[in-house]
């Protein structure tokens, strides 16, 4: 038996004319629908308020549309998510299960939320991008290509996570930091302000990366932050040595990785960068290697 009917009051979207819905049990005025394969006859499912759901869009189980929020295109609602606010779900985009998107959130693309994770303010998730379990994604926060946010992760403010990169743990990207390539982020870490972790680099356990540095190629950063690092300024630029890394200026790498650096490599950072590191090259390292020591 069906639950609800169309009613005469009708709007346009993009073209299309919309129904508010009408439940026949008790006869509740929910939102508006194209018709009625954007709302499942059989389900728990409900369109409530302003909310718009048209297109090829389809809300069923135990979803819940609300507020002005828009569902279009071929997104599909399910489970027991809550889309609502201003927030947009349109693409080929699906939210399942218990999610939330909110706020002036948009998830479209190929994009799926699921599990318990949330998307919010005016953070866009979309592409191939997952984002799971209990993650966040909120404020201007962008998630997109194939990258994957999961577990308790946060994405939030300005920052970017794209490509392949995956955020997980109890991981927080924030500021305007950004993570892409093949990069991970997790553990207890977090990047923040304009630092980038890039290529095929691993940031995890209790590591901070923060203001203009950037992590790439192979490198593994992973000391804890009761570690205090050394501080050297003074110099043409600021230099700190943590566990197994070496920060110069905005360029932050491993100790290995600093040490099979070529002239070329080196020279492409900045035209004073070969001379800098020909002059301190050994005894950075050597600190570097006196620090691990200490450490251990």
Same mark, same amino acid.
């Given at each position: 038996m069906k639950r609800y009917r169309l009613t005469n009051e009708i709007i346009q979207c993009d073209n299309i004319i919309l129904h508010r819905i009408q439940r026949i049990s008790d006869g509740a005025l929910g939102g508006f629908i194209a018709s009625e394969k954007n709302l499942d006859q059989f389900s728990n499912a409900w369109i409530y308020d302003n909310a718009h759901v048209y297109g090829d869009a389809h809300v069923s189980g135990n979803a819940s549309i609300s507020g002005n929020a828009h569902v279009y295109g071929d997104a599909h609602v399910s489970g027991s998510p809550r889309v609502y606010g201003d927030a947009h779900v349109f693409g080929d985009a699906r939210v399942y299960r218990d999610a939330r998107v909110y706020r002036d959130a948009w998830? !479209? =693309? @190929? $994009?799926?939320? !699921? =599990?318990? $994770? !949330?998307v919010s303010g005016d953070a866009w998730v979309y592409g191939d991008a997952h984002v799971s379990g209990n993650a966040s994604i909120f404020e201007d926060a962008h998630v997109s290509g194939d990258a994957r946010v999961y577990r308790d992760a946060c994405v939030f403010g300005d920052a970017w996570i794209y490509g392949d990169a995956h955020v997980s743990g109890n991981a927080c990207v924030y500021g305007n930091a950004c993570v892409y390539g093949n990069a991970h982020v997790s553990g207890d870490a977090r990047v923040y302000g304009g630092a980038c972790i890039r290529e095929n680099a691993r940031v995890f356990e209790d590591a901070r990366v923060y203001g203009d540095a950037h992590v790439s190629g192979n490198a593994v950063i992973k000391f804890s932050t009761n570690i205090t690092p050394i501080y050297i300024f003074g110099l043409a630029w600021s230099i700190t040595i943590g566990l197994d890394v070496i920060? &110069? =200026?905005c360029e932050?790498?491993?100790? @290995?990785q600093w040490a099979s650096f070529s002239d070329d490599e080196i020279s492409a950072m900045d035209p004073g960068a070969l001379k800098f590191w020909k002059t301190n090259r050994? &005894? #950075? #390292?050597r600190m570097s290697k006196n620090f691990r020591i200490s450490e251990t």
């Open positions: 998830v !479209y =693309g @190929n $994009a799926r939320v !699921y =599990g318990d $994770a !949330y920060q &110069i =200026g932050f790498h491993s100790a @290995n050994d &005894i #950075l #390292l």
